[in-house]
């Protein structure tokens, strides 16, 4: 389990593990938690027979140092394919990673981009159909637009190992522009 650590105006900050989300708790820099989820660690005994715990919360907001991690998000095939849900975006049907790739929009050999925006998911089958043609030259539609991911999609595409509470947290603020075919 990965604590989603937010800054103190309640901004994505990074992905930490439940070691480092104890020593923040310990140190008194949690101000404030989100969601439902907890995890509960261990500690050692006293002499009474009583054992320490501590409960972590899944979204935790730090004092401390605001970084700004608005920047870009590298793309990769991996983010990609998340992103488009490992759906290929001509035909529609669902496949495994190995077998999606990367389909420029308009082709780099046109003057194409490598960017969020002219790229789409795509399986080798409809790539290879598609060619070295826009999307209406091989009349192949786009199933959904194109997009770059905003700050908290960012952070969702980052994490495959996302709790539901930290889900619905960061879905709250996804863009609205997806247009389904």
């Excluded at 500690?43 to 140092?65: E, F, M, V």
Aim: aromatic letters at 10%.
């Amino acid at each position: 389990m990965l604590v989603l650590r937010l800054n103190k105006a309640g901004m994505p900050q990074e992905w930490i593990d439940r070691e480092q989300a104890a020593r923040l708790y310990s140190q008194n820099k949690v101000l404030f938690e989100l969601g439902e989820d907890h995890y509960t660690m261990y500690g050692g005994w006293n002499r009474l027979g009583q054992q320490s715990t501590l409960n972590l919360a899944s979204i935790i907001a730090c004092d401390g140092k605001i970084t700004d991690v608005s920047g870009k998000i590298t793309l990769t095939n991996t983010y990609l394919f998340r992103r488009d849900n490992c759906l290929c975006l001509y035909c529609g049907n669902t496949f495994t990673p190995s077998v999606l790739t990367r389909d420029h929009i308009l082709p780099r050999s046109r003057g194409g981009k490598d960017c969020w925006t002219n790229v789409a998911t795509a399986c080798q089958r409809c790539n290879h159909a598609k060619g070295a043609r826009t999307p209406e030259e091989a009349n192949m539609p786009l199933l959904a637009v194109p997009f770059s991911p905003n700050l908290y999609e960012r952070f969702y595409l980052m994490n495959r190992r996302i709790l539901a509470d930290q889900m619905n947290f960061l879905s709250s603020h996804f863009t609205r522009r997806r247009h389904w075919g």
